[in-house]
């Protein structure tokens, strides 16, 4: 059963409903317990659990013999960044080194508001550690031998959770791989050349134009909205002139902007894309991060020509150091699938099993409906907090699932100043300018929100405030 | 202690040099287990020792009521293939399409004498298995996490056991990788760009050509002896005319054809590669498995610049589902560190703890002696049985190591057509046009004899020996 056919959780939705909507307002009283028992003909423990359910996701809190109050209505939260304006010619900056400093230098934090995954404290290890015993105890070999096809009961588990976006893969059409990056470095190598041209999302993360940047390719960044994502007009202006060989986008809670690329622009961009007979690489790593109803959508949902290759791992929300990852690829199947042969040979017996076991048990919707609850309350502190320490004036996103923010601070502060001022306080975050191949985003930072709420976590954010606030 | 300076071990190794110098001869009575006693002072259990591990090498036999008799000299066997000759320009072959029918076919085959790894049974799975649970033990975050840097315990045993290949490399020198094909990927991928040309043995594993050629390299095949591996004068004339940006060569036990490079040509081919600016990848995947003495050197433990990039894996001698290899990129450490993080992300964290426990637990050496054994053992009877089956003039390579035989048969039997015959049957070999860019090796075959030898498998070559007498 849904988590959302449970009763605690339809009072939820009508009361968060009425929070988004500004019908309840920050400080405004809720019904009593007693109220909500009587009016929705529930027990006092169903209330109570409704309650507190929303007081986890910080929309409202308890006051000490007064009841319940909502904490937060969206007019709090500072504004969000605007759309971005990248240069439309191929950018040349070299993120190498700022990116090797970054490295080197954020190994010793303390706080890790860098981060590109969900902290392990989040991560069901007890669980996955009882998988990875089964697939010894079950799997030819214990996993000695060589998984040359793919394992077959991770493929079945991809195609069956494909419904969820609207997807109706088949086993078949699935390449298992060795983390997302893997799925992206494959996919890039067997669709362009050394000289192609690929689009993507500016700000977009390094480790894709990194990859770009080392078989070849320029990179083409098109302006992007931090809600919606890509500027379709801008993709239609590329291809028109037939600027890029091939497109990457993430299209659910990028990184680093977060934004959701709506249903009708998904549609769009695979249009757009399939008429110019350009192929699109879709990062999907994200997707099962969601803080809404239902899972959203892919471009890989509309696409019925195959031009679309769907990508995933569950990096992001299992294991990452399994490297366990995926590629739909579409009409490319056999080039990509070559080129995962050649590269590979093979990837991790044991570790996809497990993965494949920890999916069939069932055990990965729970692990989600949690770990989506967390994140979302976080989200909520983060941008609270944020919005009251940094300077005026300061834009954050408001993504709507996954783990990131995207803070862009007045012009006259230096992001990488602020990273290394923060770094001797043992806070790291991810300066702007590596998300970029051109001159831009010196103002601006991502946020890891994936690690648990706590004083520390508090105390960092403020700091962060007063170190910009001493830059402006 | 070494095994060779157990009592029972001096023995052999002296009979055997007996055997292999032809002072004695096939049919040949040996001493009796008294005289042995008597003559090297040891006691029966010794004897008895000595001559049970000599007839389970297959050099000699007892005969009941008889004694003991030499069953092997080397004059018994085929003669071994001449020099290879390919043309000195870039192949052009599309070798995709064999392989394809190769590997779609060879799925159901039974007797799988084309594989290229050892069989399941040889590898030491109960002990890998404690050492991935100690693994998940020991790991922070029982191996869920990142291992961004490359396991730093895997690191130091690698550093160890160079030196018993007259190495001395520092555990910062090594980059950990999954597997050794994604080692040799990010090594091309960094050190070539495409249009250049790569010098290569011939004939070559496939996947060095498939790999070299998905990236956008020429190949130069070079000529290659069975015994001494690639040809120093074509090496140095294809240097001196500037035909090769890149080289890679498999310097110890070489697949197919199981050539051991003497120390004298390592040398060489590190001078002329060096003098020439040319990096030189070496795939030292088999040197571990050597029949000899000890572990032969590497063309890195020569490399006094920094220009070899030594490359090698678990995957022949252990758990190639683990995904576990390593490069010791020398000077060129900045860039395949990089291109490695560009394409991949991070190894298997457990899997690359659970192969350093192993290792550090001592394992390897035990593992790797009995391995030795039963795969030179293999080699003679492989070597014997071809001998009698299979059509005169028939050639067979006589390897140092390893465990693949290279066997070239009259020109007009087409080694593909015998494959197809044999499939039938349920048994696979790996015909010899995989192994090349030209038109050549058209009646040359791959066998792996890293298999139990049983009734089937002397069947199965048998068969093979019968159905190529067919072909004559």
Known sequence: ?????????????????????????????????????????????????????????????????????????????PAQPATSKPLLTSGEEDIENII??????????????????????????????????????????????????????LKIQIARRSLLWGGN??????????????????????????GDTIGVESPVFYGILQLARSIGLNVLELPTNAITG????????????????????????????????????KKEIVRLLEKHNVPLIEDDVYGDIFYGESRPTTCKAYDESGNVVWCGSYSKTLAPGYRVGWVAPGKFMEKIE???RYHSVSCNSL?????ANFLEN???????????????????????????????????????????????????????????KAILHKVSIAPGPMYTLQ???????????????????EAALKLLGRLAKEMV
Chains 1, 2 share one sequence.
């Open 230 to 265: 890509i500027e379709i007009p801008a993709l239609k202006k590329a291809l028109e002139g037939k600027k890029i060989n091939l497109c990457l986008i993430v299209s659910n809670f990028s990184n680093p902007l977060g934004c959701l690329v709506p249903d009708e622009h």
């Open 100 to 153: 090797s400093n970054f490295t080197r230098n954020s190994a010793d934090a303390k706080l890790l508001l860098s981060s590109g995954v969900p902290a392990l404290n989040m991560m069901p290890e007890a669980k996955l550690n009882k998988a990875m015993v089964q697939a010894m105890r079950e799997l030819p070999g214990s996993g000695l031998v060589y998984d040359h096809k793919g394992n077959d009961k």
């Open 169 to 194: 893969l088949k086993p078949s059409e699935i390449i298992p791989t060795s983390g997302c990056m893997d799925a992206l470095s494959f996919s890039m190598m067997a669709l362009a050349k050394p």
């Open 1 to 77: 059963m849904p988590k959302s056919d449970l009763l605690y959780m339809q009072i939820c939705s009508k009361i968060e409903g009425q929070i988004k909507n500004n019908i309840l307002n920050t400080g405004n009283k809720l019904p009593s317990l007693r109220v909500i028992c009587r009016e929705h003909g529930v027990s006092m423990s169903t209330a109570l659990q409704s309650y507190f359910h929303l007081e986890k996701k910080g929309l409202i809190e308890s006051r000490p013999q007064s009841g319940y109050f909502v904490a937060y209505t969206s007019r709090q939260f």
């Open 439 to 457: 001159k831009q985003y010196q103002n601006c930072f991502r946020l890891n929100f994936g690690l648990i709420w706590n004083d520390k976590v």
């Open 351 to 355: 570790s996809h099993e497990a993965i």
């Open 362 to 420: 069932g055990r990965y919707d729970n692990h989600l409906w949690k770990l989506r609850q967390t994140l979302q309350a976080n989200s909520l502190k983060f941008l609270k907090c944020i919005g009251e320490h940094f300077p005026k004036g300061t834009k954050v996103s408001r993504p709507q699932g996954g783990f990131f923010l995207w803070v862009e601070m007045d012009k006259a502060i230096d992001a990488t100043k602020l990273y290394d």
């Open 338 to 340: 070559r080129t995962k």
